[in-house]
């Protein structure tokens, strides 16, 4: 039996019919750009959300970007985030002429340590960035109260965290966040896609004209802005999706209930944490084992396809290395990256399935540990 990571055609099978149609009608209109499939998915995201504004983008990590930009982070400023995150997270920053600064992470939750905000908060910051990883939101009430205590943004990165709740809460949990469509998250599209989601009106009015060239008019620009538009065929097929989103979230937490049950009696590995305060929606189950590398290579060979998000950590990137970060500046970040295993994990994953991962986890392990 040959498990994947994620298994985006099984999802694709379960609502063929209303894909289909979805994409045969955008292409019955040919209207590819903008209108109403992106209005409409707009419109639905944010009543999902049960916040204010929803602006479809072309990806994740542009509306992350969209976002910073809005708020106005420049050149000169700092904005602190953790350094376990996709290269995306820093990118955006960097690209909006600012300097990243990172903290380190809880060691059961891999999210922001609150702790180690005010540390790291200097008189050129600006902003912070949790980034709720895995699908588990961080715990937001310290860092918005250290925020408000400093007059800082929040932009919550919430490009693995979309149906996830803090304390019953919708995202966004402060003010804005964002979330990524990438085909393999929780809800994904058949390519690239992004969102900005906010409560505050004019952050809303500027990403929308930053992401079409800052337009107001078909020919007429008032800001310099950007090609980032969602794709109306993006559009429509998230908007199919986006109805089953919740059921699907359910699936995933009971695959990851049915993980716990299973491997807690096997020694050696550590399991995901989910806080109290959360609703986890388990973008990746992701375990934590000395022999990692080990592991991963033995259940290839078993035909079980892992993953490790993320192998380095932001302040190793050669791409950053001018920031003067070295090893042993964050020791939980970089620790876990050696660490960390991502399994099989998608709502259409069978239990005969988890059954054989573990059975196979546990065989790899007793010869791992003899």
């Not at 912070?128 to 009430?141: A, E, K, S």
């Not at 090609?227 to 699936?251: C, F, M, N, P, Y």
Request: with cysteine; glycine share 4%.
């Amino acid at each position: 039996m040959n498990i994947p990571l994620v298994d985006l055609k099984a999802q694709y099978l379960t609502i063929k019919p209303e894909i289909d149609q979805a994409i045969q009608e955008i292409l019955d209109t040919t209207r590819f750009i903008m209108g109403p499939p992106v209005k409409n998915f707009e419109e639905h995201l944010a009543q999902f959300c049960n916040c204010q504004h929803a602006i479809g983008v072309s990806s994740g990590s542009s509306a992350l970007f969209l976002a910073l930009k809005a708020y106005g982070i420049k050149t000169g400023d700092e904005v602190i985030t953790v350094a376990n995150s996709f290269i995306a997270t820093a990118e955006a920053i960097v690209q909006c002429g600012a300097t990243p600064v990172f903290v380190d992470v809880t060691e059961d939750t891999l999210l922001l340590d609150p702790s180690k905000l005010e540390s790291a908060i200097t008189e050129k910051t600006k902003m912070i960035i949790p980034v709720h990883l895995y699908g588990q939101i961080c715990d937001m009430d310290p860092i918005i109260n250290i925020a408000r205590k400093h007059n800082l943004i929040i932009v919550e990165d919430a490009a693995q965290a979309i149906d996830a709740k803090y304390k019953n809460k919708s995202l966004p949990i402060h003010e804005t966040a964002i979330f990524s469509f990438f085909p393999a998250k929780n809800l994904g599209c058949y390519g690239d896609g992004g969102a900005v989601i906010t409560n505050n009106q004019e952050i809303a009015h500027k990403v929308a004209k930053l992401k079409d060239h800052g337009r107001i008019s078909k020919y007429e620009s008032d800001i310099i802005g950007y090609g980032e538009r969602l794709d109306a065929l993006q559009a429509a097929i998230l908007t199919v999706k986006l109805k089953h989103l919740s059921s699907w979230s359910e699936k995933r937490k009971n695959h990851a209930h049915k993980y716990n049950q299973l491997l807690q009696t096997i020694t050696n590995i550590t399991l995901p944490t989910e806080k109290e305060y959360s609703k986890h929606v388990y973008y990746m189950y992701v375990i934590k084992t000395k022999n990692r590398d080990e592991l991963m290579n033995k259940l290839k060979e078993k035909g079980v396809d892992t993953g490790i998000h993320y192998p380095l950590p932001l302040h190793l990137q050669p791409s950053l290395n001018y920031l003067g970060y070295k090893e042993g500046d964050f020791p939980i970040a970089e620790q876990a990256a050696k660490e960390i295993l991502s399994l099989p994990m998608f709502p259409e994953l069978k239990e005969e399935q988890i059954n054989e991962i573990v059975t196979k986890i546990s065989e790899v392990n007793d010869n791992v540990h003899r």
